[in-house]
């Protein structure tokens, strides 16, 4: 045959537009056909465009739904944009640039990149959540939520970034810094929206054990939830006999109380202000609070401070005691109850409280020396009353529940780490909440009908002064009649944030051009729950909860077939630079797909980013080991040489290449891509050491590596003569046929090594003896078998003098 040249840019070119064209990955609603959902996260189309590990992150799904095809599965493998948020806005503010604009010209960039590496996404689902007949949905949600009262208002201490001009979740503002421009963030108080996700908490840690998650996914959101039982006591104060409830993990430990601390902005303050004598004091101290972000007035190592409450004293509900009361930065109004008990004995952050204040300390669990520091320990009740000689921490928390019952000042209870998901930006580029603001009817939902409450043209998307969302500076959007009773009223200004249209984004999917709803039962019935959906750990708490928030509360109202979107649940490694560091521009180690597409082609970029280790693992990457992979597939290339006649395995290569389709079937459903490819690449040096393969071999291997290299195999399976690769059949194996017919043993003589030889697996302990004699004859000669040990398909060992 004569040699063909490898030309990877006309090839790929070649099959990408084949693909387009006869829109071969096509996902057809209601197929007879078995149904696989694939799913993975829809990237936010930022202007530096895809890096490659956007590549690593969708090529897990890309060569599972590659290989379901050829299974005969209906797949639906979809891709998106999840657009809106603060990255394209602050650069359309820095550019000038309109949002819009920006957006656009960012999705044309990362769908190119996507296509030049030949994902076999269903490109005619694609869906962008800035647009309007996308949006409508995400209004029609939100509407949903208030209709169920699901949607409320308050009034709060948030989370304020000067720098972005914009009130941050506590997740979007982690470590006391803007997760986008990384400023520190200040507390203000303002008016947020809010979803009750907390109503959905036990639902969602119920989800949680009917689904197949990473063992790590499911620990990670049940901390995130953060679930606890305990039990609110009401502490009363002695000047005005008012209730001041806690909220305790450790009711056990009441008698050691010995003061309690309350959030600055308590409203028992204000309540009381009159009879505390120190106010000023206290309000100098709320000031400087106000100050802080929540990070630095919650983190553990750091200076303990506060004011004590001069004209309220607490009194211990079980022991009568007056204790007194403190106000301190690290309480928080937005957690729990805004007051705590506090156990100095017992607890790090109290006892470091109590040594500055000169608090006492009083011992109720035996077995440290409180005198130097607090013990966290289990133990002996002391100095506890009833629960004196008690040492089972469960038995003590119970006996005391009895005894808040029986003095009627506390109950069991329960408490979530988890808070309310605050759901509003004062920024242009997000979804209108539709909701109109009315003198006399007060807050009132936009009417369904009129969805969707489109995001106004504007020429200046400059962020508002002191937290103000720029469409507050817009008379005619701003300016409406109320709904309800069609007197002059104002629409709510702020703008959804950008997790909402990632909340539900998988549903779309089912039904994208759909006009008259967010998708029809029927699609929903037919496609939900997503079968396997793989992305970053780095969202499987916030976005990963709040979408299955939402698919639930979906659910519970009958607009979807299945309580959990999600059925499994993977993740991939990072793919750090060259210097081992994580990819970032600022490092300057961010690699481009297009340019190593351009110099090796997209197939040896697919196969590189799933070879160069664990994809669970992060991973450096490594010029060397992708020219590894080009010389791969450049002798894949070249086996076209050896091609001989031939419609079934050859003696030689069929246990190989039975091994090998095992090996390769089971890996990629595991995700251990790396030892799908290592085993291909030795069958490629089995067929190169026999010299020949045949058309059975070669149709074979070009399917099992289609899913990894879809281009170089789609050229070799049509010019070889098999016709169209997409339309074959996944290959299958002959577990029988995995097995060796000869296996390499040890021979040894009194323990050392003397010879390797090929025996037949079947053989039994005397066709072994014999052949390892044979095989060391010449040691053997002159000296009498004292010992003969057999250990089949390993060694034998002749012990001889």
Same mark, same amino acid.
């Given at each position: ?32 056909? $078995? ?54 806005? !602050? ?21 190119s990149q996507l296509k030049r590496v030949g994902f076999s996404f269903d490109w005619s689902r694609v869906i962008d959540t800035t647009e309007e007949r996308y949006y409508k949905w995400t209004q029609w949600i939100f509407l949903k939520m208030f209709e169920h009262g699901l949607v409320?208002?308050?009034?709060? &201490?948030?989370?304020?970034? $000067? ?21 520190? #963030?200040?507390?203000?108080? %303002? ?9 959905? /908490? ?34 009363? #104060?002695? +000047? ?99 007051? #705590? ?55 003590? #928390? ?30 242009? *580029? ?18 369904? +009908? +009129? ?8 020429? !200046? ?21 109320? =709904?309800?009773?069609? %007197? ?24 994208? !051009? ?7 039962? +029927?699609?929903?019935?037919?496609? &939900?729950?997503?079968? *396997? ?16 928030? *939402? ?75 992708? %020219? ?14 050896? &091609? ?61 590596? !289609? ?20 339309? /074959? ?30 025996? =037949? ?25 004292? %010992? ?14």
């Amino acid at each position: 045959m004569e040699e063909k040249k490898y030309d990877f840019s006309a090839i790929e070119s070649k099959w990408q537009k084949y693909w387009d064209e006869h829109q071969t990955f096509k996902a057809e609603n209601g197929s007879t056909k $078995p149904k696989f959902y694939a799913l993975v996260e829809f990237p936010y189309p930022s202007g530096a465009g895809m890096h490659v590990g956007h590549i690593k992150a969708y090529s897990g799904l890309e060569v599972v739904s590659r290989k379901r095809r050829l299974q005969g599965y209906n797949v639906l493998f979809p891709i998106g944009f999840d657009a809106y948020g603060l990255p394209t806005e !602050n650069t359309a503010i820095k550019t000038g640039v309109h949002p819009r604009k920006v957006t656009d010209n960012n999705i044309v960039k990362f769908t190119s990149q996507l296509k030049r590496v030949g994902f076999s996404f269903d490109w005619s689902r694609v869906i962008d959540t800035t647009e309007e007949r996308y949006y409508k949905w995400t209004q029609w949600i939100f509407l949903k939520m208030f209709e169920h009262g699901l949607v409320f208002r308050d009034k709060t &201490l948030v989370n304020y970034c $000067p720098s972005c001009k914009v009130v941050l979740s506590n997740e979007d503002s982690q470590g006391g810094h803007c997760d986008i421009c990384h400023s520190e #963030i200040v507390q203000k108080t %303002k008016e947020v929206w809010y979803l009750r996700i907390t109503e959905y /908490a036990d639902k969602l840690l119920q989800g949680l054990e009917t689904v197949d998650y990473l063992p790590n996914v499911k620990l990670q959101q049940e901390n995130w939830i953060g679930k606890s039982t305990g039990a609110f006591v009401n502490f009363s #104060i002695k +000047e005005n006999g008012e209730k001041l409830r806690i909220y305790t993990t450790r009711p056990d430990t009441l008698y050691g109380v010995t003061f309690m601390v309350i959030a600055p902005e308590h409203p028992i303050i204000k309540k009381y202000r009159d009879s505390i004598k120190n106010i000023a004091d206290l309000d100098a101290y709320k000031a400087e609070c106000s100050k802080k972000s929540e990070f630095e007035r919650t983190q553990l190592v750091k200076d303990k401070t506060g004011v004590k409450i001069d004209g309220l004293t607490g009194v211990n509900p079980v022991t009568g005691k007056e204790i007194p009361i403190y106000i301190s930065d690290y309480v928080m109004m937005g957690y729990g109850t805004g007051a #705590i008990m506090a156990v100095p004995a017992h607890d790090t952050r109290d006892y470091e409280f109590a040594k500055k204040f000169g608090i006492d300390i009083i011992e109720v669990i035996k077995g440290g020396d409180i005198s130097k520091e607090a013990y966290t320990g289990d133990g002996e009740m002391v100095n506890s009353g009833e629960l004196n000689g008690i040492t089972n921490k469960k038995d003590a #928390i119970e006996k005391m529940l009895g005894v808040l019952a029986k003095l009627g000042c506390g109950e069991k209870g329960v408490q979530y780490k988890m808070k309310d998901w605050a759901f509003n930006r004062q920024r242009y *580029w997000g979804e209108p909440i539709p909701i109109v603001h009315c003198p006399d009817c007060g807050i009132v939902p936009v009417p369904y +009908e +009129e969805l969707p409450l489109e995001l106004p043209p504007v020429e !200046n998307f400059q962020p508002g002064q002191d937290g103000e969302s720029p469409l507050a500076k817009i008379d005619s959007f701003v300016h409406c009649k109320c =709904p309800k009773c069609g %007197k002059d009223a104002r629409r709510e200004t702020d703008t959804m944030p950008q997790w909402a249209g990632s909340s539900w984004y998988f549903l779309r999917y089912c039904d994208p !051009n759909n006009d008259k709803e967010f998708a029809s039962q +029927e699609a929903l019935k037919y496609w &939900l729950p997503v079968d *396997w959906y793989n992305g970053g750990m780095e969202h499987v708490t916030r976005h990963m909860i709040y979408s299955r928030f *939402w698919h639930k509360f979906l659910y519970d109202i009958g607009e979807v077939p299945t309580p959990e979107p999600y059925a499994k649940r993977t993740a991939q490694g990072l793919i750090l630079g060259p210097d081992g560091e994580k990819m970032s521009k600022s490092r300057g180690n961010v690699i481009d797909p297009n340019d190593v597409v351009d110099v090796y082609g997209a197939d040896v970029l697919r196969v590189y980013v799933l070879f160069m280790g664990d994809y669970e693992q992060a991973a450096p990457w490594n010029d060397s080991s992708m %020219k590894g992979c080009k010389r791969f597939l450049d002798r894949v290339w070249n086996l076209q040489n050896m &091609l001989v006649r031939g419609d079934e395995y050859s003696d030689e290569l069929r246990t190989s290449m039975h091994k090998t389709i095992k090996k390769v079937s089971e890996d990629i459903e595991k995700m251990r891509f790396n030892t799908a490819i290592a085993a291909m690449m030795s069958l490629i040096n089995e067929i190169t050491a026999n010299g020949k393969i045949n058309d059975a071999e070669m149709k074979s291997l070009l399917i099992l590596l !289609n899913p990894f290299a879809p281009h170089i195999t789609e050229e070799m399976y049509n010019s070889l003569g098999y016709g169209i690769l997409n339309e /074959a059949q996944w290959v299958t194996y002959d577990e029988a046929l995995c097995v060796d017919s000869t296996v390499e043993i040890v021979v040894q003589l009194c323990g050392k090594i003397k010879a390797r030889i090929n025996v =037949p697996t079947a053989a039994d302990k005397d066709e072994l003896l014999k052949m390892a004699k044979e095989a060391i004859a010449q040691s053997l000669e002159g000296k009498t078998i004292r %010992k003969e040990i057999v250990v089949p398909g390993k060694l034998v060992n002749i012990v001889a003098n």
